[in-house]
């Protein structure tokens, strides 16, 4: 593939061909990136974009790998994982804290990093592996706290490989959604507002968040909630009410403590996760005429 080979002249040490995926997913599962592209520097983002753009090369963007689901096929063209993209600062304003973050950074290592300091605002991420910027693709959050409402400004790049700032007031945020990824940008890095406290009252708030996911499944491979909440209702709650706990398909299984994940139970692949996906759609849909959405990302499906 002559593609290949100038991408590896362009950007050398940073690059591997047919890797497999499934150990850079939370759920373990997914085949091999044809190229998987791990970048250092924000140059070498632009650069890879830039590259695929120019080739007519797909490009995924892989954070944690908490939040998606990789086809067993694998992935064409360009996976480019952001985790060695990490690094964080910050400026003190007094009762404002500023921290900018790159988007490899994981949500954890802010959120220590605020606990330390005895910042307020991060508490809610507390428990929620993958990275800032996946999360800020997502929107996560929990109890009607996200993300999106800590940021100041975000840095993106786009296909052609330019920078571009964005004002908190030009993103729009909702529950699990944020515009930032329409056109096919990546998120470069992000400033997040933080407000002063103490210590003590911030670990406080973080045990609180901790203590609130006692329901759901540890110590198995998940990728979270699979289904977003549809207005006013819990999708855990129709799941549940739908009979779909302890359902299965090879290894793939939803879980008997939370009706809302799937646990890859040993060897599932993606094509189980799938036909539980919509084996549990259509239960829903035939118990309450709502169709549920997606939370989970299917990296590959809009080929
Ligand atoms: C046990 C468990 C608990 C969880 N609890 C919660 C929770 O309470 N609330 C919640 O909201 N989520 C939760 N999640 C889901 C997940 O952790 C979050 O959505 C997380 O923010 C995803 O980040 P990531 O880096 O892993 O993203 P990935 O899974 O790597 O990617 C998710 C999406 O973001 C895109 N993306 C990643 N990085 C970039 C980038 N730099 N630029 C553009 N696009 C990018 C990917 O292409 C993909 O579409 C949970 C997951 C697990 C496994």
């Given amino acids: ?6 991408l590896s002249r362009a950007i050398t040490p940073h690059l591997s061909f047919g890797s497999p995926l499934e150990g850079l997913t939370t759920l373990g599962i997914g085949g091999p990136a044809e190229c998987l592209a791990r970048p250092v520097t924000l140059s070498e983002l632009k650069a890879i974009l830039s590259f695929s753009l120019e080739e007519g090369v797909p490009a ?4 944690g790998g908490s939040n998606v689901l990789v086809p067993d096929e694998g992935l064409p063209g360009v996976t480019i994982q952001t985790g060695s993209l990490n690094g964080i600062s910050w400026e003190d304003k007094g009762e404002e804290i500023f921290i900018k973050t790159e988007s490899g950074t994981l949500l954890a290592s802010i959120l220590a990093l605020a606990i330390r300091k005895g910042w307020e605002g991060l508490e809610f991420a507390a428990g929620i592996p993958g990275t800032v910027g996946g999360a800020l693709h997502g929107n996560a959050g929990v109890e009607g706290i996200s993300l999106g409402d800590l940021v100041h400004s975000v840095s993106l790049v786009d296909n052609r490989g330019m920078l571009i700032e964005k004002a908190r007031k030009d993103i729009s945020f909702a529950y699990r959604f944020s515009d930032l990824h329409t056109g096919n940008r990546a998120i470069a890095s992000a400033r997040l507002m933080l407000k002063r406290s103490d210590p003590e009252k911030v670990a406080s708030r973080v045990r609180y968040f901790l203590d609130r996911r006692k329901n759901q499944p540890k110590g198995v491979k998940t990728a979270g909630c699979v289904f977003k909440n549809p207005d006013g209702q819990s999708a855990g709650k129709l799941l549940d ?4 706990k302890g359902m299965r398909v090879g290894d793939a299984v939803i879980s008997m403590k939370h009706a809302n994940f799937i646990e890859n139970a040993g060897k599932a692949k993606a094509s189980d996760i799938g036909s539980l996906i919509s084996e ?18 299917i990296l590959g499906d809009d080929l």
């Fill in 60 to 63: 995924w963007l892989l954070g």
């Fill in 241 to 244: 009410e739908a009979g779909c």
């Fill in 280 to 297: 549990c759609r259509d239960r829903v849909f035939h118990r309450t005429g709502i169709t549920l959405e997606t939370e989970i990302r």
């Fill in 1 to 6: 593939m002559r593609w290949r080979s100038r």
